[in-house]
């Protein structure tokens, strides 16, 4: 099979919910910016809930994807015999969920830049390094999943453990920004805020630590016999 036939499955098989979401992210920030201070929403508050879907609600979906890569082959004995192997397809599966993702954010972004609400997000750079906002937690939430599902083998159960953390990371937002450990690993540190200077560091050590994780699950996403001993979604 051809590599465009290849991708076009991996598009198809992503699922109409998940090729939806980010557009149906990237509609509820055109609104905002057309309508949410016209409905009355303060200007304060317009730019809350458009930090909060960039950086918050960007990064939970490819985490979750991730998170359920395993398990949602029915033939995945076969695919596992195949020359490029399952580790291919799952990662080119989660490339094509990350990449739509990811261009869904820049659209969004780029949206946020020439109406001019960008320059009054909080904590967020200007420039290529502002997008960090969103990018950073996107790719370390996306190599968590992809940890969790491969080292639990259950869709379910590494789903639960990537919606704890996202949630964790909201309400306990406090806590990373009293520990100078916590802060660096702290995903929404532009919604919820960090101590001056750190943003950027914080962004960098979220952006180094993703392939550890990723590197961490790439393994165990080879080992066959754990594979074919996942949970069947």
């Not at 939970?60 to 994807?65: M, S, V, Y």
């Not at 990811?102 to 390094?129: K, N, Q, R």
């Not at 962004?203 to 069947?232: F, N, Q, S, V």
């Given at each position: 099979?051809?590599?465009?036939?290849?991708?076009?499955h991996?598009?198809?098989?992503?699922?109409?919910?998940?090729?939806?979401?980010?557009?149906?992210?990237?509609?509820?920030?055109?609104?905002?910016?057309?309508?949410?201070?016209?409905?009355g929403?303060?200007?304060?508050?317009?730019?809350?809930?458009?930090?909060?879907?960039?950086?918050?609600?960007?990064?939970?979906?490819?985490?979750?994807?991730?998170?359920?890569?395993?398990?949602?082959?029915?033939?995945?004995?076969?695919?596992?015999?195949?020359?490029?192997?399952?580790?291919?397809?799952?990662l080119?599966?989660?490339?094509?969920?990350v990449?739509?993702?990811a261009?869904?954010?820049?659209?969004?972004?780029a949206?946020?830049?020439?109406?001019?609400?960008?320059?009054?997000?909080?904590?967020?750079?200007?420039?290529?390094?502002?997008?960090?906002?969103?990018?950073?937690?996107?790719l370390w939430?996306?190599?968590?999943?992809?940890?969790?599902?491969?080292?639990?083998?259950?869709?379910?159960?590494?789903?639960?453990?990537i919606?704890?953390?996202?949630?964790?990371?909201?309400?306990?937002?406090?806590?990373?920004?009293?520990?100078?450990?916590?802060?660096?690993?702290?995903?929404?540190?532009?919604?919820?805020?960090?101590v001056?200077?750190?943003?950027?560091?914080?962004?960098?050590?979220?952006?180094?630590?993703?392939?550890?994780?990723?590197?961490?699950?790439?393994?165990?996403?080879?080992?066959?016999?754990?594979?074919?001993?996942?949970?069947?979604?």
């Amino acid at each position: 099979m051809r590599s465009l036939d290849l991708w076009s499955h991996e598009i198809k098989r992503a699922g109409p919910a998940a090729l939806l979401a980010p557009p149906v992210l990237v509609l509820l920030i055109v609104l905002l910016v057309a309508f949410g201070t016209r409905l009355g929403s303060r200007e304060g508050n317009t730019v809350l809930f458009l930090m909060t879907i960039l950086e918050t609600g960007v990064p939970l979906l490819p985490g979750i994807a991730a998170a359920s890569l395993i398990g949602r082959d029915r033939a995945v004995e076969l695919q596992l015999t195949l020359p490029r192997g399952y580790r291919s397809t799952l990662l080119r599966r989660l490339a094509v969920l990350v990449g739509w993702t990811a261009l869904c954010a820049l659209i969004a972004s780029a949206l946020l830049i020439v109406t001019g609400w960008w320059d009054l997000l909080p904590a967020a750079s200007h420039g290529l390094a502002g997008q960090l906002a969103w990018l950073s937690p996107m790719l370390w939430l996306t190599a968590l999943g992809l940890l969790a599902s491969a080292t639990l083998r259950s869709a379910s159960a590494a789903t639960a453990i990537i919606s704890f953390v996202w949630l964790f990371e909201h309400m306990l937002a406090y806590l990373f920004q009293e520990n100078l450990m916590l802060r660096l690993l702290h995903m929404f540190a532009t919604t919820y805020g960090t101590v001056p200077g750190d943003w950027l560091p914080n962004r960098l050590t979220l952006l180094a630590t993703a392939p550890l994780l990723a590197a961490a699950a790439w393994p165990l996403l080879g080992d066959a016999e754990r594979i074919l001993g996942g949970e069947a979604a």
